[in-house]
């Protein structure tokens, strides 16, 4: 590149439409309907290698025309590049912090330091070269979308949560879950966000709070 370009995140990788249109050019599928490819877009959220996976899965079992429903082993392929080839690759603490975090439905760096300083112990700190945990994963184009006009929250892309939260089970103690919903619900009545806070609370194994 020439070093013209500093990095590249999610916004400029992330396929649309048209460019899913060339995507399917290219590997000779002309007969998805318009609503299957809207419903492959929707679920890979434009992450071009999950289209892949997709649609090699649905030529496969030459299920092309049923689009999502007739998909069978695509998302334990993607569950697997997420553990080899993103997952495993991690700091344990970030793999700590991933895991944490993704039980939240959104976050924003205030959120995330609150919970840190509340569940984490000592020592499990990282400064994530000084940049903040949200920064971090933008850095490592970590599957994290913008929420909003601000910039201030963020969600993981739906597939990646679903794959961390499962493999929270095998990462978490119940008492850590405990304490992200507690924190999480602290955090949330502070900022006044009632609903949000009682959602936490009652998730938590904490009857007083």
């Given at each position: 590149?020439?070093?013209?370009?500093?990095?590249?995140?999610?916004?400029?990788?992330?396929?649309?439409?048209?460019?899913?249109?060339?995507?399917?050019?290219?590997?000779?599928?002309?007969?998805?309907?318009?609503?299957?490819?809207?419903?492959?877009?929707?679920?890979?959220?434009?992450?071009?290698?999950?289209?892949?996976?997709?649609?090699?899965?649905?030529?496969?079992?030459?299920?092309?025309?049923k689009g999502l429903a007739g998909m069978k082993h695509a998302k334990?392929?993607?569950?697997?590049?997420?553990?080899?080839?993103?997952?495993?690759?991690?700091?344990?603490?970030?793999?700590?912090?991933?895991?944490?975090?993704?039980?939240?439905?959104?976050?924003?760096?205030?959120?995330?330091?609150?919970?840190?300083?509340?569940?984490?112990?000592?020592?499990?700190?990282?400064?994530?070269?000084?940049?903040?945990?949200?920064?971090?994963?933008?850095?490592?184009?970590?599957?994290?979308?913008?929420?909003?006009?601000?910039?201030?929250?963020?969600?993981?892309?739906?597939?990646?949560?679903?794959?961390?939260?499962?493999?929270?089970?095998?990462?978490?103690?119940?008492?850590?879950?405990?304490?992200?919903?507690?924190?999480?619900?602290?955090?949330?009545?502070?900022?006044?966000?009632?609903?949000?806070?009682?959602?936490?609370?009652?998730?938590?194994?904490?009857?007083a709070k």
């Amino acid at each position: 590149m020439h070093s013209k370009i500093a990095e590249m995140t999610i916004n400029e990788l992330q396929f649309y439409s048209n460019e899913f249109d060339t995507l399917l050019q290219h590997k000779n599928i002309f007969d998805l309907a318009d609503l299957k490819k809207h419903d492959i877009l929707t679920y890979t959220e434009g992450w071009v290698a999950g289209m892949h996976l997709v649609l090699n899965d649905l030529k496969r079992y030459g299920e092309l025309t049923k689009g999502l429903a007739g998909m069978k082993h695509a998302k334990e392929q993607i569950f697997d590049i997420f553990l080899e080839d993103v997952f495993s690759q991690q700091d344990p603490i970030i793999k700590k912090q991933l895991v944490l975090s993704a039980h939240l439905k959104s976050f924003s760096e205030d959120l995330i330091n609150h919970i840190s300083a509340e569940c984490f112990e000592e020592g499990e700190h990282i400064d994530y070269n000084r940049s903040g945990f949200i920064r971090y994963l933008q850095r490592r184009n970590l599957f994290l979308v913008k929420m909003g006009a601000n910039n201030e929250f963020f969600r993981y892309h739906h597939l990646f949560q679903e794959f961390l939260i499962k493999h929270s089970a095998y990462l978490l103690e119940r008492d850590m879950l405990n304490c992200l919903f507690i924190s999480a619900a602290t955090w949330y009545s502070d900022k006044g966000f009632v609903e949000d806070a009682l959602g936490f609370a009652l998730k938590a194994d904490n009857d007083a709070k």
